[in-house]
């Protein structure tokens, strides 16, 4: 397996420009996490889907802020309008079931960096 | 509230010498845990976990991590480091039930410094 895939590895846009990024997870799992990391605040965890379904998204920052999972191979993360505030790198982790203790993959991550 | 701490923000340690990287928690019900690491530019790879049974888990790299109820602490630890372990290392939670379950909590993360 290729491991958890995410696009782009880094993306540069303007601020009030729309972000999109995208994550694949390893097939079978079924689990998926987003995290945003900053030096500032470390690894957030934004939002949990389980078996598809948005579980918490709690740690969303704001409205501006959208995550999707429309199947089981794919999810989304949408910044719309983006801010200079949200560069950082964000990771897309995902699960295999039996969720309590097993460990989860992440991918490379995506740099966004919002001028 | 579930949350993780690393009261350490970089650890400095020569080549060959023991290393300690130092993790508390606090969850409800039973924790899982976890350590990570990160390599430059790269995502988080797992290192080793806690689920139960022995307090004192193995790992990748010869890590291993002694679990501490009492002390609510999970650190991780090396007897001999390595210029080759340099990186970020993040200790992780999950809780074992209540309306958290399923999530996975980091803290901020290590740097870990080996020198020669």
């Known amino acids: 397996d290729a491991g958890v895939i995410q696009s782009p590895r880094h993306e540069v846009t303007e601020m009030g420009q729309e972000v999109t990024l995208r994550c694949k997870p390893i097939?079978?799992?079924?689990?998926l996490f987003w995290y945003r990391q900053t030096m500032m605040r470390g690894l957030e965890l934004l939002i949990y889907?389980?078996?598809?379904?948005?579980?918490?998204d709690s740690g969303m920052p704001e409205d501006r802020f959208s995550a999707k999972m429309p199947n089981a191979s794919f999810s989304t993360l949408k910044i719309q309008p983006s801010e200079p505030r949200d560069s950082a790198v964000y990771f897309c982790?995902?699960?295999?079931?039996?969720?309590?203790?097993?460990?989860?993959?992440f991918g490379q991550g995506t740099r966004l960096t919002v001028v | 509230a579930q949350s993780v701490a690393q009261p350490e923000d970089q650890v400095n340690v020569a080549e060959g010498n023991p290393l300690t990287v130092k993790c508390t928690y606090s969850?409800?019900?039973?924790?899982?845990l976890f350590w990570y690491v990160q390599y430059p530019n790269r995502g988080l790879q797992f290192l080793l976990k806690?689920?139960?049974?022995?307090?004192l888990v193995k790992g990748s790299y010869g890590f291993e991590a002694e679990f501490n109820k009492s002390q609510t602490s999970f650190h991780l630890k090396k007897p001999s480091a390595l210029v080759s372990d340099s990186a970020l290392y993040f200790c992780?939670?999950?809780?074992?039930?209540?309306?958290?379950?399923?999530?996975?909590?980091f803290g901020r993360g290590t740097q870990l410094t080996v020198w020669p």
């Open positions: 992780a939670v999950s809780p074992d039930r209540g309306s958290t379950l399923g999530r996975l909590y």
């Open positions: 982790a995902s699960r295999p079931p039996g969720h309590r203790n097993t460990e989860a993959f």
């Open positions: 969850v409800s019900g039973n924790p899982y």
């Open positions: 889907f389980n078996n598809n379904v948005p579980i918490d």
């Open positions: 806690y689920i139960t049974g022995d307090n």
């Open positions: 097939s079978g799992h079924n689990s």
